[in-house]
């Protein structure tokens, strides 16, 4: 499942933030604190933290879907979308040609990624398969994934996850 080149690469980003700078659980592991230079070393600890708060969000976008509350999903990405001012513009920079953005060229870093992903969540909720984000069902994980495969069952947010799921169950069925 492709939804267009730009929206599955900002949607994938989402995934990346939401999968960094939220505390939860992964792979079986306790996920505290964040290391936030992790998404983009780079970055400033400030613009880390900012953007961290939007991921926050993000990922009651993708509770939502999974739980089956679109409207609420929907609700979410919209306020996201007026907090973060996000409106298609055009803009050139650093050399390339003119190009689509979905923030202002003043925002701030944190802002000038949360507004294209509030965006990228928008196009994937406006279409028929909404239903491709979610939230691995694994124990002790709740890392989330946009489903791009071609029959759209996807459960888990990696092959860890599956796998120690399918071997948990291989024991169950085998060992007395």
């Given at each position: 499942m492709?939804f267009?080149?730009?929206t ?5 980003k989402?995934?990346a ?21 992790e998404f983009d ?5 400030d613009d880390l ?6 991921a926050?969000e ?8 999974d739980a089956?509350?679109?409207d ?5 990405v ?9 409106a298609?513009?055009l ?5 390339e ?9 003043d925002a701030?870093?944190a802002?000038g990624?949360?507004?294209p992903m ?5 196009v994937?909720?406006?279409n028929?398969?909404?239903d491709?984000l979610?939230?691995?069902t694994a124990?002790?994980c709740d890392?989330?994934?946009v489903d ?8 888990f ?6 796998n ?5 169950t291989?024991?169950a069925?085998?060992?007395?």
């Amino acid at each position: 499942m492709n939804f267009d080149s730009h929206t599955s690469d900002v949607v994938a980003k989402a995934v990346a933030a939401v999968n960094t700078l939220t505390p939860g659980h992964v792979q079986g592991r306790e996920h505290p604190t964040p290391d936030l230079r992790e998404f983009d070393p780079s970055a400033t600890l400030d613009d880390l933290r900012e953007l961290s708060t939007y991921a926050v969000e993000l990922r009651a976008v993708f509770e939502a879907v999974d739980a089956g509350d679109v409207d609420e999903a929907c609700e979410r990405v919209n306020t996201l979308l007026k907090e973060t001012s996000a409106a298609p513009v055009l803009i050139r920079h650093d050399n390339e040609p003119w190009h689509l953005h979905f923030h202002t060229p003043d925002a701030s870093w944190a802002r000038g990624w949360a507004a294209p992903m509030a965006t990228a969540l928008a196009v994937v909720l406006g279409n028929p398969v909404h239903d491709r984000l979610g939230v691995c069902t694994a124990p002790a994980c709740d890392r989330v994934y946009v489903d791009v495969s071609r029959n759209g069952t996807k459960r888990f947010c990696s092959t860890a996850c599956q796998n120690r799921v399918k071997a948990a169950t291989f024991r169950a069925r085998h060992l007395p």
